[in-house]
Nanobody, 120 residues
């Protein structure tokens, strides 16, 4: 069974920083992409940043230059460094990972979500 455990959310003033972490555990054969999504009240969940196992990253335009995704494959962990936070970044942030438990089968897994609140 796979579990994604997130941490690092909290309350921060505009312009501040937070670092989110997400560690995957379980009988994992392999992990492909890992990333972060967020959902603000009244809005749909959106992709924030993803990274392939090889280190290629992708970001939603609104966070480029402010957020940095990274991962430690040996620890099955993905991070999101969030700088210059804005009130618009306020949302529940969800970790996502494409995980294979056995050869030839891949599924998406989600963390429980961590609240990020940016005050003005």
């Amino acid at each position: 069974q796979v579990q994604l455990v997130e941490s690092g959310g909290g309350l921060v003033q505009a312009g501040g920083s937070l670092r989110l972490s997400c560690a995957a555990s379980g009988s994992i054969f392999s992990i492909a992409a890992m990333g972060w999504y967020r959902q603000a009240p009244g809005k749909q969940r959106e992709l924030v940043a993803t990274m392939t196992r090889g280190g290629r990253s992708n970001y939603v335009e609104t966070v480029k230059g402010r957020f940095t995704i990274s991962r430690d494959n040996a620890k099955n962990t993905v991070y999101l460094q969030m700088n210059s936070l804005k009130p618009e970044d306020t949302a529940v942030y969800y970790c996502n990972a494409e995980i294979s438990l056995r050869y030839g089968r891949w599924d998406d897994y989600w963390g429980q979500g961590t609240q990020v609140t940016v005050s003005s």
